[in-house]
């Protein structure tokens, strides 16, 4: 019988340990930091076509802590299923001056609304951004770049041998 309470003793105390951790991951992962695989063409040179590993980060945009320059996740305005990577060129307030590269050289000038902001892909050519569907509602920012994991090819070694992990 003292086997058995053993037994059980023991049962309990790995399920509340993979619980703990299980919890632990779940935070993490969705209100703190996870990795993001990101690829495409909008955000050539800085990012990849075939793909980058991105550390994101979900504290900045919930404390106002993102601006012009940061590279962000946002829900699409567009698809609401799809979360693209951008960069935000304005905040409310700001003056933004664009062109559609499509459409000509005309300039347009925009001032972003409040609670807004205008959100740019490196590659103007190649991107769906700001200039097709206009300022962003801050609420659909998802989460902020934090580190981008870089892998190196080699012959020699597997894919993931040769990482290193730059601060963006």
């Given at each position: 019988?003292?086997?058995?309470?053993?037994?059980?003793?023991?049962?309990?105390?790995?399920?509340?340990?993979?619980?703990?951790f299980?919890?632990?991951?779940h935070?993490?992962?969705?209100?703190?930091?996870?990795?993001?695989?990101?690829?495409?063409?909008?955000?050539?040179?800085?990012?990849?076509?075939?793909?980058?590993?991105?550390?994101?980060?979900?504290?900045?945009?919930?404390v106002?802590?993102?601006?012009?320059?940061?590279?962000?996740?946002?829900?699409?305005?567009v698809?609401?299923?799809?979360?693209?990577?951008?960069?935000?060129?304005?905040?409310?307030?700001?003056?933004?001056?664009?062109?559609k590269?499509?459409?000509g050289?005309?300039?347009?000038?925009?001032?972003?609304?409040?609670?807004?902001?205008?959100?740019?892909?490196d590659?103007?050519?190649?991107?769906?951004?700001?200039?097709?569907f206009?300022?962003?509602?801050?609420?659909?920012?998802?989460?902020?770049?934090?580190?981008?994991?870089?892998?190196?090819?080699?012959?020699?070694?597997?894919?993931?041998?040769?990482?290193?992990?730059?601060?963006?």
């Open positions: 019988m003292r086997r058995w309470g053993l037994l059980a003793k023991e049962a309990l105390t790995q399920t509340l340990t993979f619980a703990r299980f919890c632990l991951f935070v993490t992962n969705h209100y703190l930091w996870s990795p993001t695989l990101v690829f495409g063409p909008s955000m050539l040179p800085t990012l990849n076509l075939t793909g980058d590993v991105i550390l994101a980060e979900y504290v900045s945009h919930r106002g802590r993102v601006g012009p320059g940061d590279i962000v996740f946002v829900r699409s305005p698809d609401p299923n799809k979360i693209v990577t951008k960069r935000i060129v304005g905040v409310e307030g700001d003056r933004v001056t664009y062109f590269p499509r459409n050289d005309t300039c347009h000038t925009v001032v972003v609304p409040k609670g807004h902001v205008w959100i740019q892909g590659n103007l050519y190649a991107s769906r951004d700001s200039r097709q206009g300022p962003v509602p801050y609420g659909l920012i998802e989460g902020k770049a934090f580190f981008r994991v870089i892998c190196l090819p080699s012959k020699f070694k597997s894919s993931f041998e040769n990482c290193a992990i730059c601060w963006n």
